[in-house]
Nanobody, 125 residues
Framework: QVQLVESGGGLVQAGGSLRLSCAASGRSFSGDAMGWFRQAPGKEREFVAVINWSGTMRSYANTVKGRFTISRDNAKNTVYLQMNSLKPEDTAVYYC??????????????????WGKGTLVTVSL
């Protein structure tokens, strides 16, 4: 059974940092693009960041560029999202996802084949 399990969410003050992790099991994603998306209450799920299979290509939403960094450890089948300078508008459920048909950096939720259940990030003033 393929699973993506996110962790590292929580409550943080504005300006603070969090590091999210996504551990995959059931298959190796070392050859696949993996990304992070988020969904705030009452809003659609949106792209945050994506990394290609080798870690040589990354793409970020403009809203997080310069503050968030995506990385991966293929030996651990894990992808990370380092979030710095957090803002209240970053509050959302953050989801990890994998696209098994792309070796590039897809940014559409519709491209993703596997999803985690999400981890809540709350940023207070």
């Amino acid at each position: 059974q393929v699973q993506l399990v996110e962790s590292g969410g929580g409550l943080v003050q504005a300006g603070g940092s969090l590091r999210l992790s996504c551990a995959a099991s059931g298959r190796s994603f070392s050859g696949d693009a993996m990304g992070w998306f988020r969904q705030a209450p009452g809003k659609e799920r949106e792209f945050v960041a994506v990394i290609n299979w080798s870690g040589t290509m990354r793409s970020y939403a403009n809203t997080v560029k310069g503050r968030f960094t995506i990385s991966r450890d293929n030996a651990k089948n894990t992808v990370y999202l380092q979030m710095n300078s957090l803002k209240p508008e970053d509050t959302a459920v953050y989801y990890c996802a994998a696209d098994i048909s792309s070796r590039m950096v897809p940014t559409s939720p519709a491209s993703m084949d596997y999803w985690g259940k999400g981890t809540l990030v709350t940023v207070s003033l």
